[in-house]
Every structure is written in C-alpha cells, then in structure tokens.
C-alpha cells in the first residue's frame, strides 16, 4: 500500500494467514520467527499496553529491535496516514475500510508490514475488550523462501515413493482406519520431503515414513477438500 514511510503494508495473502499465529518449534525455525508482540487499547480505546513474547533470543538483536520500534511508532503516529494503532477507532477505520484483509473467522483482519530486512504480520481486532494487535516478526528473506518453498504442496505417498496427491499446506487429510473410524488431521508443510500431522509433540514426519506408518497398521490417507483450515494455537 505505501512505501512513505520505509516500509509496505498490505493485506496478508491466504498463505500468511497460517503464520500469524503461534507455530511450531520447527516452523518457527524454518521461516525466522523472533517472537510476537501483543497490545490492547485499553477500554477507552486510546492506551496501547503491550507484551513481547521471545521466541529466538538470537535473531532480537539492536537492528531487530530498532525496527520494530520505528514501525510501531509510526504506525502510532499522530500525523502518519497509516496510523492504525494511533487508538481503536483508528484501528476500526482501517480495518473496516479493508474489508479484503478480513480473516476466516471472528473480528480479526490480517496485515503483512515488511521493512528492509523484517516482516511483521499483524493480526487485528477492533472488538473492544480483545487483544487488538498481535504482531508475528520474522526474518523476511526466510519467511519468504518458506512460503516459496510452500507453494509446493505437501506430498503424499505410497511406501514405494509413488505419489498418492498433494494438499496445500493447513489443509487436512482424512486418516481412515481398518475398523472403519476415521479421522482428519491439519497438516503443515515443513520442507519437501517432512510434515507434521496435527498438533502433539510427535508429530513431525518424513514423507516415506508416514506412508510407511500408515500402510503397517493398515490405514489409508486422503485430502479433505474444503476451505482452507486456520492454524493456530488455543491461546493466541
């Protein structure tokens, strides 16, 4: 949208949606993520009270940090024509004036900031009483490359590599079972060749193992068409 003020700000695409939200530790790894910060206006809708949330101590350097900083600030800014979160009626105004941006569900809209070296996804909520503001930071250049690399697909194959079908990924699978029950996991893409497969802390799998998991216990794996489930953590 602009560029006045050294930055760009536009609404997320369908693939960033999945970001701005808590990943993994391993895709918070694979696309820089540095942490989040959270904000609420306040109940008169003029404060801005905010947490930071470390996720890799490594990447906050001064640079980061400055980054963030001049970007909220003039995000903040009084005189500014992307002043936002300047209070919640100006949030509601450039929320509502994007109605594009607006995300699955609830009252949040998804924006994507991106400066010279960072990129800030911002989810928004006017609602008052809601968190109004979290914003997910990542190394630009890795989160690109991820998002490139994801636009791929995630594969699905027999034990023998023939490939079975791809879904995008934060799309589902449907698990069926000898006994007739089935099930359907959100899967995410990791790199060409892993994925994990619902939520849990084992549930990252290279590709030829699930297919090999899968036809042991005699279970069969399909896509869930649909629309496009979003991932995200039960707290944030």
Request: a negative charge; one cysteine or more; glycine letters at 8%.
């Amino acid at each position: 949208m602009t560029e006045e003020f050294g930055f760009s700000v536009r609404p997320m695409t369908e693939a960033e949606r999945l970001y701005a939200y808590t990943q993994s530790a391993q895709l918070r790894g694979q696309t820089g993520c540095i942490g989040y910060l959270r904000a609420d206006m306040d109940t008169d809708g003029e404060g801005f009270f905010s947490s930071w949330n470390d996720f890799d101590r490594q990447r906050k350097t001064e640079a980061f940090k400055e980054d963030l900083d001049g970007v909220i600030r003039i995000l903040r800014g009084k005189d500014s024509a992307v002043r936002f979160l300047k209070d919640r009626a100006a949030l509601a105004a450039w929320c509502y004036s994007h109605p594009e941006a607006r995300m699955d569900e609830g009252n949040s809209y998804g924006f994507r900031v991106d400066t010279g070296s960072y990129t800030y996804l911002m989810r928004l909520d006017p609602a008052k009483g809601a968190y109004n503001l979290y914003c997910y930071c990542y190394d630009r250049k890795l989160l690109d490359s991820h998002l490139k690399e994801a636009e791929r697909g995630i594969r699905f194959i027999t034990p023998d590599y023939q490939e079975l079908f791809r879904i995008r990924d934060g799309e589902k699978i449907r698990i069926s079972y000898r006994d007739g029950s089935a099930e359907d996991f959100v899967c995410r893409y990791i790199d060409p060749t892993h994925l994990e497969v619902g939520g849990g802390s084992c549930n990252l799998f290279h590709i030829c193992e699930l297919a090999e998991h899968l036809d042991g216990i005699g279970a069969k794996a399909e896509p869930v068409r649909g629309p496009k489930t979003r991932v995200r953590s039960a707290a944030r």
